[in-house]
């Protein structure tokens, strides 16, 4: 990736430059996405509040608002994603595993267990496990590999 970055030829540099505008236009659509999303979050939750029982809500509602306030959280992870690589020019697989643990996370809150096979549980399970694993992973060797930088 370095003989890329560090390459003179005309034709790389044009079309990295595109890849640049591109994502930051990804960046200003996704802060337009989180916008609506904390907006439609605000709306229905008024909505469910001013409905009879006034200002109660269901344990479904309850819910629905967790996961509304969920998909805001991965949208602005993703934002930093995209913020981070116009910054670094690399994609971070620490925080792309955060942003999917996050989303797996929303999955397991808003599940309706009533409504879902033992088979997507158990799909979802090894999902979650997967990714936490692999999160661990990448922690666990990024402290190692700057424990051992300072070492030396």
Known sequence: M????????????????????AVRVLAVLMTAVILWGVADVC?????????????????NDILATFGA?????????????????????????????ATALMAISRKVIILDYDEISPDYVWATAGVTLAMAVAYWLVVYFTEQKLANKSSE
């Open 2 to 21: 370095d003989d890329l970055n560090n390459t003179k030829e005309p034709l790389v540099q044009f079309l990295r430059k595109i890849i640049h505008v």
């Open 43 to 59: 709306w229905v939750l008024y909505q469910k509040l001013i409905e009879p029982p006034f200002m109660m809500l269901t344990i």
């Open 69 to 97: 306030f969920m998909a805001v959280l991965i949208a602005i992870e993703i934002f930093v994603n995209i913020i981070i690589y116009l910054r670094d020019d690399v994609i971070h697989v620490k925080i792309v595993l």
